[in-house]
């Protein structure tokens, strides 16, 4: 027949990467516990010595599968994670080594946009300085003219204060022009200062009740209580954690 007649399976140049016959063997085990969890589940409750033991006894059995499968899990996982450990080796260095270079010119770039900030503020206020005294001129002149009813001088300070109106938008313009630096090649992206805002603790109590309803603070909270009361040198019968209840309850 010809090679053709019985095309391997599909995804055999791509096999999982696993051991699919030792997944699939532990997923057979796992069924089978899980079953008698439900067996055990339909009961509702212990009402015997007996069944207390037999609990017990499945309990061990599952906690014994559960290792197995976890020891396979690793084992399948590791080369994986040896691999991925190989190219973050390979390529880690070569990625700081251009971190570092971008990192030491880029205060060189922001020294230069700010000094170009810097200048293009200068000239924007000289300009909104411009603007103002010349729309106190024109108002000035409109006053005057409107005192003498000269009609002529009205017009010509409407058309002083249109022409300060319009400095005025143009020094606008100009406080909101940033600095920037275009790539000489055309190829590079376009460079400017942005503000960045950096929060430094200054009261460690207002900022925690700032936060106090964010869940994250809560649950690292939370956590830092649950490791000191498992301390060694901490005993929850007598000792508190001020600020938290210790609720005491019994766990396998």
Same mark, same amino acid.
């Given at each position: 027949?010809?090679?053709?007649?019985?095309?391997?399976? @599909? *995804?055999?140049?791509?096999?999982?990467?696993?051991?699919?016959?030792?997944? +699939?063997?532990?997923?057979?085990?796992?069924?089978?516990?899980?079953?008698?969890?439900?067996?055990?589940?339909?009961?509702?409750?212990?009402? @015997?010595?007996?069944?207390?033991?037999?609990?017990?006894?499945?309990?061990?059995?599952?906690?014994?599968?559960?290792?197995?499968?976890?020891?396979?899990?690793?084992?399948?996982?590791?080369?994986?994670?040896?691999?991925?450990?190989?190219?973050?080796?390979?390529?880690? @260095?070569?990625?700081?080594?251009?971190?570092?270079?971008?990192?030491?010119?880029?205060?060189?770039?922001? !020294?230069?946009?700010?000094?170009?900030?810097?200048?293009?503020?200068?000239?924007?206020? #000289?300009?909104?300085?411009?603007?103002?005294?010349?729309?106190?001129?024109?108002?000035?002149?409109?006053?005057?003219?409107?005192?003498?009813?000269?009609?002529? *001088?009205?017009? +010509?300070?409407?058309?002083?204060?249109? #022409?300060?109106?319009?400095?005025?938008?143009?020094?606008?313009?100009?406080?909101?022009?940033?600095?920037?630096?275009?790539?000489?090649?055309?190829?590079? #992206?376009?460079? @400017?200062?942005?503000?960045?805002?950096?929060?430094?603790?200054?009261?460690?109590?207002?900022?925690?009740?700032?936060? !106090?309803?964010?869940?994250?603070?809560?649950?690292?909270?939370?956590?830092?209580?649950?490791?000191?009361?498992?301390?060694?040198?901490?005993?929850?019968?007598?000792?508190?954690?001020?600020?938290?209840?210790?609720? +005491?309850?019994?766990?396998?």
């Amino acid at each position: 027949m010809p090679d053709g007649a019985n095309p391997p399976p @599909s *995804g055999h140049n791509n096999p999982p990467p696993y051991r699919v016959d030792v997944v +699939e063997a532990h997923e057979a085990k796992a069924n089978e516990f899980l079953d008698a969890a439900g067996d055990w589940l339909d009961l509702k409750e212990i009402t @015997s010595e007996e069944q207390s033991g037999q609990l017990t006894d499945f309990l061990e059995g599952l906690r014994k599968r559960y290792k197995l499968t976890d020891e396979d899990r690793k084992t399948d996982k590791k080369p994986h994670d040896d691999a991925g450990k190989a190219v973050q080796k390979a390529y880690t @260095s070569i990625l700081d080594k251009m971190k570092r270079a971008a990192d030491k010119v880029k205060p060189m770039q922001a !020294a230069w946009l700010a000094k170009v900030e810097a200048e293009k503020q200068a000239e924007a206020k #000289r300009k909104a300085e411009e603007a103002a005294a010349a729309e106190r001129a024109a108002a000035e002149a409109a006053a005057k003219a409107e005192a003498r009813n000269d009609i002529a *001088g009205e017009v +010509e300070a409407e058309e002083a204060a249109k #022409r300060a109106a319009q400095m005025k938008k143009e020094a606008e313009r100009a406080a909101k022009s940033k600095a920037q630096s275009r790539s000489s090649s055309g190829a590079g #992206r376009t460079t @400017s200062l942005r503000t960045k805002w950096t929060p430094e603790i200054t009261n460690f109590r207002v900022a925690c009740m700032t936060f !106090a309803d964010h869940p994250e603070l809560r649950e690292t909270l939370l956590r830092l209580a649950a490791a000191k009361a498992r301390a060694a040198d901490f005993d929850p019968k007598t000792q508190e954690i001020p600020g938290f209840t210790l609720k +005491e309850e019994k766990v396998l």
